[in-house]
């Protein structure tokens, strides 16, 4: 596997319009202030077209599991907490220190601000119906669900729900996206517009055309070409 940073370095420097984002960044393995450099250096390499999704982070990836780093969930849940907290206010500009159980800055301030205000989106791994994982998805710009029981599968209704439950909630007036992601055929348009169609008048705003069966990267380039779905 590539770097996701390196790459979306690269991404940035040969695109215009589409959004780039690595899915997911578990921010428990990484320096908080780090990412707040990297996130804003693609956010000015890409003009704002940077999307920044988070969540505890798969325990089989052995470069994560296998090193050391924190790996019982209440110690990445409170990783991911606090970096999410240091992350945002390094990217306000603004003198800033923190005080937390696992980080400790004193006061400093980096520029320059994102591209994007009034921040970069954060999309965030939410377990549906755990209270404590949605909310912290809502404190931010997005929700990838998931499960609290991961043989669970998420259906049209789950997001239905999750959408009713984010709009009676959530206290900022900000847009706020649902993400889901699935595979479509690029060769049959109906039929692709018919998986996605569920998924978005339940409430999803974005779906993401995630092809982890594809056997090589010529596969993946032929489906971009094809374009998305057209539900009209």
């Known amino acids: ?10 991404m940035a420097m040969r695109t215009k319009h589409v959004r780039m984002g690595a899915i997911i960044t578990p921010l428990s393995r990484r320096r908080p202030w780090k990412v707040a450099r990297e996130t804003v250096t693609l956010d000015h390499l890409s003009q704002g077209r ?3 999704p988070v969540g505890l982070g798969a325990l089989g990836d052995k470069g994560f599991g296998n090193v050391g ?11 991911l907490d606090e970096s999410l907290d240091i992350i945002t206010g390094l990217w306000s500009a603004q003198p800033f220190s923190y005080q937390g ?3 400790h800055l004193e006061e400093m301030a980096f520029r320059p601000t994102p591209v994007q205000q009034p921040r970069i989106p954060i999309w965030v791994v939410g377990a549906w119906p755990r209270a404590k994982s949605i909310n912290r998805a809502m404190r931010y710009d997005g929700l990838l669900p998931t499960k609290m029981e991961q ?12 959408r009713e439950h984010i709009a009676s909630q959530r ?6 996206d649902i993400i889901w992601e699935g595979e ?4 049959d348009t109906e039929q692709a517009a018919a998986i996605v169609r569920p998924w978005a008048e339940a409430g999803a705003t974005w779906w ?16 971009i070409q094809q374009g998305p779905p057209h539900l009209a």
């Open 1 to 10: 596997m590539y770097d996701p940073w390196i790459v979306m370095a690269a």
């Open 50 to 52: 940077l999307v920044l």
């Open 69 to 79: 780093e924190v790996t019982d969930r209440k110690g990445r849940a409170e990783l």
């Open 101 to 103: 159980k696992h980080y």
């Open 151 to 162: 043989d669970d599968p998420v259906t049209p209704e789950d997001i239905r729900a999750m």
């Open 171 to 176: 206290k900022q007036a900000t847009p706020f």
């Open 184 to 187: 479509t055929p690029g060769d």
């Open 208 to 223: 993401l055309e995630s092809r982890w069966s594809a056997s090589n990267i010529e596969e993946v380039r032929i489906r």
